[in-house]
């Protein structure tokens, strides 16, 4: 049984940090895109960071020079390090695993496997 669980989510004041975890289980993540996607009350799940391979990173322009996507495949670990929070970063985040070892949009419908999500929440 695959099973995603995300942690990490917090109450911050703007300008402030953040490290979202995600642990794996049942799926070796090695050769899939993995990504980070979050959802705003009354908003649609977009895509926020995304690894292919290890090697291609891919980010949403909004969090470009802020947030930095990383993962241990030893451990089966995805990380979303989230610097300079602004209110409107205020959302659930979600990792997900991606359902073919190519695709890798920032698209939920490239993704298979879903995390329960996480609370970050931005004040001003």
Do not use: H
Not at 44 to 69: L, M, P, Q, S
Not at 78 to 96: I, N, S, V
């Amino acid at each position: 049984q695959v099973r995603l669980a995300e942690s990490g989510g917090a109450s911050v004041q703007a300008g402030g940090s953040l490290r979202l975890s995600c642990a794996i289980s049942g799926y070796r993540i090695s050769f899939y895109c993995v990504a980070w996607f979050r959802q705003a009350p009354g908003k649609e799940r977009e895509g926020v960071a995304r690894i292919n391979d290890g090697v291609n990173f891919y980010y949403a322009e909004f969090v470009k020079g802020r947030f930095t996507i990383s993962k241990d495949d030893r451990e089966n670990m995805l990380y979303l390090q989230m610097d300079d929070l602004k209110p409107e970063d205020t959302a659930t985040y979600f990792c997900a695993i991606s359902k073919t070892e190519t695709r890798c949009r920032a698209d939920v419908n490239d993704f298979q496997f879903w995390g329960q999500g996480t609370q970050v929440t931005v004040s001003s």
